[in-house]
T-cell receptor
Framework: GQNIDQPTEMTATEGAIVQINCTYQ??????LFWYQQHAGEAPTFLSY????GLEEKGRFSSFLSRSKGYSYLLLKELQMKDSASYLC??????????????FGTGTQLKVEL | DVKVTQSSRYLVKRTGEKVFLECVQD?????MFWYRQDPGLGLRLIYF???????EKGDIPEGYSVSREKKERFSLILESASTNQTSMYLC?????????????FGSGTRLTVV
């Protein structure tokens, strides 16, 4: 089975930097994803890591350590529109083919003035 | 623009009714998934399919069934709706290829069972 843990809530100030952590335990690891979800909307893809290290994409970066079962999402220069839920998801290879994503419960980020 | 389309945005059904939630994708993806999302519980996998006519149980399949007769369409069926199935239902699809192929989600169906 899988176990994915991330903080329930975080609050940060506009213009600041925030780091959202995710730890996981899984078999057949085949990648880690971060999604953003605004209230009432579908999740949208933010980032993907399959090898150890940092992936940078504009104001968003994501880090992975496979040996530690750990990832973080880093958001820089926070804007009010970044207030959303951030979902960590782990992809597993399936023995019968295909892949499956299991999601953490999400971290609700509130950006304040 | 690639899309996953869910047939209804909002649905209200009565207890005991048979409910069909439809999902269609135009990306020729092999894999399709149904999740429900509830406050504090996150996204939970109900059923998934990695090929036509194939289906696999997810983490919470009880009370649900699925159908995948064509590659582009994946239907979720509530055989006899109950109030504890009131939830947001999200369909997603993905490619089998390796790399950053995450999920593309539909816009969701908010189902209320009264």
């Amino acid at each position: 089975g899988q176990n994915i843990d991330q903080p329930t809530e975080m609050t940060a100030t506009e213009g600041a930097i925030v780091q959202i952590n995710c730890t996981y335990q899984t078999s057949g690891f085949n990648g880690l994803f971060w999604y953003q979800q605004h209230a009432g909307e579908a999740p949208t893809f933010l980032s993907y890591n399959v090898l150890d290290g940092l992936e940078e994409k504009g104001r968003f970066s994501s880090f992975l350590s496979r040996s530690k079962g750990y990832s973080y999402l880093l958001l820089k220069e926070l804007q009010m529109k970044d207030s959303a839920s951030y979902l960590c998801a782990v992809r597993d290879r399936l023995t019968g083919g295909g892949n499956k994503l299991t999601f953490g419960t999400g971290t609700q980020l509130k950006v304040e003035l | 623009d690639v899309k996953v389309t869910q047939s209804s945005r909002y649905l209200v059904k009565r207890t005991g009714e048979k409910v069909f939630l439809e999902c269609v994708q135009d990306m020729d993806h092999e894999n399709m998934f149904w999740y429900r999302q509830d406050p504090g519980l996150g996204l939970r996998l109900i059923y998934f399919s990695y090929d036509v006519k194939m289906k696999e149980k997810g983490d919470i399949p009880e009370g649900y069934s699925v159908s995948r007769e064509k590659k582009e369409r994946f239907s979720l069926i509530l055989e006899s709706a109950s109030t504890n199935q009131t939830s947001m239902y999200l369909c997603a699809s993905s490619s089998t290829g390796q790399g950053g192929y995450g999920y593309t989600f539909g816009s969701g169906t908010r189902l209320t069972v009264v």
